[in-house]
């Protein structure tokens, strides 16, 4: 298990003062990158080696969202790991322990020279940790809509979607979703999948709909090929 602690800012939050999907989902990946840099793995390491890791799959529950000013613990845990696939479980509570988030999800360890997955050395699997798989159940990780997709809208990435991989930025996904998942909320589960790697140039279309009270978020390339797909519903 590995935790930071940290406080809800400003900067942070939406027009509700709220923390959002996408502030949540940065929270939990900086928490991850943290964990491989206090073990060494640093960002500097993994960019040196060609090497990364990059989230394929996360599973969300909102219990309650984090407000402006509050003191948040968040942690991760790894669990399994093998060949090229690693899952870590995250929790954001405060700091009585009272809980905000918990999550699933899947990570993929890349050749970044080959755009192909490999084996991540047992020395830093070792370095991580692992323990027992979560007890909550987060349901099936892969997403079934059966609804029909409508084009909402379309944009093409701009460098200020990069990240330090090339590629658009997983956070950068998710506001593009919260624009158009706004006024219909809220919702207190999230799946996501990211099925491939947008770039400088590309253009996005984003579509949406709806299928028994669950709504689907899909960005994908003109050849309706999906980028991200987000579901979003409440499970009660």
């Not at 996005?204 to 579901?231: A, T, Y």
Request: aromatic share 10%; hydrophobic share 35%; net charge negative.
């Amino acid at each position: 298990m590995y935790e930071m602690k940290t406080r809800v800012g400003f900067s942070q939050v939406n027009e509700n003062l709220e923390m959002p999907l996408s502030g949540i989902i940065n929270e939990l990946q900086d928490c991850a990158t943290f964990h491989s840099q206090d073990t060494g793995y640093t960002m500097q390491w993994l960019t040196g080696k060609r090497r990364g890791w990059f989230v394929t799959d996360w599973q969300i529950r909102i219990h309650k969202s984090p407000v402006m000013g509050e003191n948040v613990t968040v942690r991760t845990y790894p669990y399994r790991a093998r060949g090229a696939l690693a899952s870590r479980y995250f929790t954001i509570t405060d700091w009585d322990e009272t809980p905000f988030v918990t999550a699933n999800s899947l990570w993929v360890y890349m050749d970044l020279d080959r755009s192909e997955p490999t084996r991540a050395p047992q020395e830093m699997i070792t370095a991580y940790g692992a323990g027992a798989p979560p007890t909550e159940d987060f349901g099936k990780r892969k997403i079934k809509f059966d609804g029909d997709l409508e084009t909402v809208g379309q944009i093409k990435v701009n460098e200020i979607m990069i990240d330090s991989n090339g590629h658009m930025n997983n956070g950068k996904y998710i506001v593009l979703a919260e624009s158009v998942l706004s006024g219909r909320g809220p919702f207190d589960f999230y799946r996501i999948e990211y099925k491939n790697q947008a770039r400088k140039g590309d253009d996005l279309l984003i579509r949406c709909g709806e299928d028994n009270g669950r709504i689907l978020v899909e960005i994908s390339n003109k050849d309706l090929e999906p980028f991200m797909r987000l579901e979003a519903l409440n499970e009660e």
